[in-house]
């Protein structure tokens, strides 16, 4: 596991790596710099290079080659411009998910803002207890929050974080973007992220939330089983290049940060607009399979909690409050 | 009135202006060049001047020194890219209202596209039959149609229209525009633009649509009686500057028959969409008078024919067909 901090040694070489790329550096001078010994310096380059960097070591000093596309946390720290969202990163190669990662951080007393990124996860989770398919090349994130509001309000941050995802993938990339409700992030018509989000309270009080995010990055979603990959696709499919994840986890970070800044200032019903702008579903023909009925009709428009309305072939008015939504066709 | 044409001779005599502008031109040479007598082309300048174009005259011939700032035909053809609409122009000082004068052009065979523009009007309407108050120094403005489509789809064109206006004030200016349902635009929550739309049909066949546009301009709203000048503004006192008539005019047709040509494709699931992401209604709490009677609820959304979806205090859900929406104040 990788924890970042400004003194973290590893960070520090990074940092100095960075500062002279390029370059070589000798040994003694990085650890006469930082204060450790060279033998530790040697240390903790081999763990770098098993991260993924690509460092040349010979008599000259060492030398940072290349940067491996991993959203590594001196990575995403580095150009980071938030007051607290990611400031504190758990970095792991594989967990069983990033959200049970997260809750066992954020009950040992993690603070708002710190996220746990793996590079796959053996049982990512989606919603409904389903499956999250979730292989190395993918971004599979959580977010640590501590929100003073009622538990009610919770839920409201499954739309808070969807809204700053399209908003990021909108403002990164030229893709027709969009979000499914309740929580689907779209390019096209093909599901390119999922958000769960879990909430522990007591008392009528929030001690935290767990916001997961899986975005489709770097793979292809031939790997994934017959049924799952006609519905789905991945950035590095639709723009036909390599995603850099680190910096879409910077972007994502600093949009995050402003919306639910928003949300904590009571300001729901902008975040609200914005879905709304973003959303696909309303104004299409959906089905919404739960518990295995099903209903129909067209979309009308979401209530000021999130909950979807439709309308029915027979003219009738329908809340849905959750449910797995299908979009059918457009209507007019 | 003016009609324009290309060949009509106050048309061809700006023409000539125009490509000499700042320059003297003889009589003779307009005369010679168009064909007609010197006579001729000092009546015209009469008219021109007349209609407030600033036009020196002296022994060296004509000189145009100054073009009205409304929205004459010649001004709006001048820089107008559209296929058909606004090609037709009738022009007046003061009518008693555009949709009145355009009724009886289109029951005389007026073709589609044909506008009537007047600089004041004695007896603007407004929906429900309002008067409508129409200084000079606003635009007011009546676009007949003949879409080919069933009568019952005529009221989808005040949403269409709508789009168009909002669409071209948010493109021109630095403004907050949107709208409220069904057809006011709002310049934060003041009323710039009302849109009446009459529809003439015949044996389930639509004969021809007038569209009315009144856009508060280049006058201050204090004219208005105190009831109406509240929630009132005009593009002057929001910008601090004169408006282009003229300009405003051929960007707003150039919207239009775009828009107008989509929603002929069967594109108008496209339009509401567009229609939601400019509504400021939806999402807000609202009021909604009709005959004496009032529905207060939460606007969650818009169906397919535009018709719109309250949420009551109570939870229940309400279609509201037509009435005029207040909005009341933000809800989360």
Chains 1, 2 share one sequence.
């Not at 000093?61 to 150009?79: D, S």
């Not at 996860?121 to 009622?150: C, F, H």
């Not at 409201?156 to 893709?175: F, I, M, P, R, S």
């Amino acid at each position: 596991m990788w924890k970042t901090g400004a003194k973290m040694t590893k960070n520090q070489i990074l940092g100095i790596l960075y500062k002279k790329k390029g370059e070589y550096v000798l040994g003694e001078k990085i650890a006469s710099e930082i204060d450790i010994s060279k033998t530790k310096v040697s240390d903790e380059i081999k763990l770098l290079i098993n991260e993924g960097y690509v460092i040349d070591s010979s008599d000259s000093g060492y030398r940072l080659m290349k940067i491996p596309n991993l959203p590594l946390p001196y990575e995403v720290r580095r150009n980071l411009h938030t007051q607290y969202m990611g400031h504190e990163i758990h970095y792991f190669k594989e967990v069983n998910s990033t959200n049970d990662v997260a809750r066992e951080l954020a009950e040992n007393g993690a603070e708002e803002g710190a996220i746990v990124i793996a590079e796959s996860q053996r049982s990512g989770k989606g919603r409904r207890g389903k499956k999250w398919i979730s292989p190395s090349g993918g971004l599979w994130m959580t977010i640590i929050l501590r929100p003073n509001v009622p538990p009610t309000k919770a839920p409201q941050l499954t739309l808070v974080t969807g809204v700053a995802v399209a908003k990021t993938l909108n403002e990164e990339y030229d893709l027709d973007v969009g979000i499914k409700w309740p929580n689907d992030i779209l390019i096209g018509d093909k599901k390119v992220c999922g958000i769960l989000t879990e909430v522990k309270a007591d008392m009528g009080t929030i001690d935290y939330v767990l916001v997961g995010i899986g975005i489709d990055l770097n793979f292809d979603v031939d790997i994934f089983p017959p049924k799952l990959r006609e519905g789905a696709t991945s950035l590095k499919m639709e723009l036909k290049r390599e995603i850099q994840g680190a910096t879409l986890v910077q972007r994502f970070l600093q949009n995050f940060e402003v919306t639910y800044n928003q949300f904590k200032e009571g300001k729901f019903p902008d975040i609200l607009r914005e879905w709304r702008r973003l959303s696909k579903t309303i104004g299409s023909y959906v089905e919404v399979h739960k518990k295995g009925r099903t209903v129909r009709g067209y979309a009308v428009g979401i209530n000021k909690d999130g909950i979807l309305i439709l309308e029915l072939d027979d003219g009738t008015l329908r809340k849905v409050i959750s449910g797995e939504c299908i979009h059918i066709k457009r209507k007019d």
